[in-house]
């Protein structure tokens, strides 16, 4: 292939992370990014499929910063990517059992700080059910309530983002997978694509559980396996409508490993417990009704309605996941080179701010000089692996 173009920035990957990291960096001053996508934007990866849920609430207290930063942009949509993003606000409640009730309390003191007192607290079980009468709390010692987390939906905030890029000038070309990372001397000169070459000082490889292929030349590896997430979804009038008999939060219980949202007024949306890791490259498996049976009755501990309502739809999808599950992010390898990817089942909440803290990096000049450093983004490098130090929560749970 004999064409060739140029750039300033190529961004792979146009999932939620790099659509939002492509509109970042042209509004914040690169005049020629473009953006490469395998497929169509937010159609073919962990963003095509991906529950949405929003919360602030995490055993990581740098994964809370992340979310804590987000939150405003995701309430502030319209006037800060343009378009709507789905935001809805149900409320958010994480459960716990008694052996972590302390746990919860210092993970929402953690995000009470980060994100202000007014929007979290720990409440206890009987308020909570106030609060949601379509609950079951048996079990349930502590409960941390969010009045502003619910979910939003992740294929039209990755489009919004897209249309918002567009707009800055962003060139998105979609159906254009790139090969190789393209380098000269020790920096990156551009990538190989399946339509040509682009030449551009600046790759930032947002690939979600496609991973490093592109620069593996490079000898940058990054430890991502594409792991299957399911999730399904039940008819339920009232799931989603204040003060209704059955209605219930976006919700995450520690002592069923469940989670689930209302969907619209009526639905339910639940989550299937992954399974095995999976080859990229190869559809993913519909969820079977096993893996159905089994998530249903962890939820109908909580939501009883749900023991008859009616299934109206599942949907499976990889994401990438890392041993410490959590992202990588940051520099790497020959300068010029950025990672934004492995986001482990949970990158949609955080998009916002991982986008704004890498363009800004990236913009500064340290993803070419490689010494970084945004300090929220300080603890996602790729080094910690080599180094032995993956990410550990400081107040963990039974299953975060
Ligand atoms: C079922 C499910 C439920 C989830 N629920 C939640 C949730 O409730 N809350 C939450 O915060 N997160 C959730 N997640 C996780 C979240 O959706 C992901 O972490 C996030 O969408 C990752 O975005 P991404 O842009 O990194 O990856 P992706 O969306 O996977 O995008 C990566 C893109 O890169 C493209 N690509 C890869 N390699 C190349 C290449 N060489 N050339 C060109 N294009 C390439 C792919 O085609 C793909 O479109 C869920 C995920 C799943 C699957």
Redesign the pocket.
């Known amino acids: 292939m004999s064409r060739s173009a140029a750039a300033d920035a190529v961004v792979?990957?146009?999932?939620?992370?790099?659509?939002a990291l492509a509109h970042r960096l042209a509004w914040a001053g690169l005049e020629r990014v473009v953006l490469?996508?395998?497929?169509r934007?937010?159609?073919?990866?962990?963003?095509?499929?991906?529950?949405?849920?929003?919360r602030l609430h995490h055993t990581v207290h740098s994964d809370t910063e992340l979310t804590a930063r987000s939150l405003p942009v995701f309430e502030q949509w319209a006037d800060v990517v343009g378009g709507d993003c789905g935001y809805r606000r149900t409320g958010f409640l994480q459960l716990v059992g008694p052996r972590y009730a302390e746990a919860l309390a210092a993970n929402t003191a953690a995000a009470a700080a980060a994100a202000g007192p007014r929007r979290t607290e720990v409440i206890d079980p009987a308020e909570a059910r106030r609060l949601y009468p379509g609950l079951a709390l048996d079990g349930v010692a502590a409960a941390a309530f969010e009045p502003d987390g619910g979910?939003a939906d992740?294929v039209r905030a990755?489009t919004a983002w897209a249309d918002a890029a567009r707009r800055q000038g962003v060139e998105i070309h979609e159906g254009?997978?790139?090969?190789e990372v393209l380098t000269s001397g020790d920096r990156v000169a551009g990538v190989e694509?399946t339509t040509g070459r682009i030449s551009a000082p600046l790759v930032v490889l947002?690939?979600?559980?496609?991973g490093d292929?592109?620069a593996a030349r490079l000898g940058v590896r990054v430890p991502v396996t594409a792991r299957r997430?399911?999730?399904a979804q039940a008819h339920l009038p009232g799931a989603g409508r204040r003060g209704a008999d059955v209605s219930v939060p976006t919700c995450i219980d520690d002592t069923t490993g469940s989670?689930f949202r209302p969907e619209g007024a009526d639905r339910l949306f639940f989550?299937v417990p992954s399974h095995p890791d999976v080859a990229i490259g190869h559809d993913v498996a519909p969820l079977t009704p096993d893996e159905l049976s089994s998530a249903l009755a962890a939820i109908a501990r909580r939501v009883p309605a749900v023991a008859s309502a009616p299934l109206t739809g599942t949907?499976?999808?990889?994401?990438?996941y890392t041993p410490d599950k959590r992202p990588v992010i940051g520099p790497a390898g020959p300068d010029g080179l950025y990672l934004?990817?492995g986001?482990?089942?949970?990158?949609?909440?955080?998009?916002p701010a991982v986008a704004e803290l890498a363009a800004a990096e990236i913009l500064d000049g340290q993803a070419v000089t490689g010494k970084a450093e945004q300090p929220l983004l300080a603890p996602y490098r790729l080094e910690r692996f080599a180094e032995g130090r993956g990410i550990v929560p400081e107040a963990p749970y039974a299953q975060m």
């Open positions: 792979v990957g146009g999932g939620v992370v790099g659509a490469c996508e395998q497929a934007v937010a159609a073919h990866g962990a963003t095509s499929r991906s529950g949405g849920l929003i979910y992740p990755a254009v997978r790139v090969h694509t947002a690939s979600g559980a496609w292929a592109p997430i399911g999730l989670y989550g949907r499976a999808g990889l994401d990438g934004a990817l986001f482990s089942g949970g990158g949609f909440k955080m998009a």
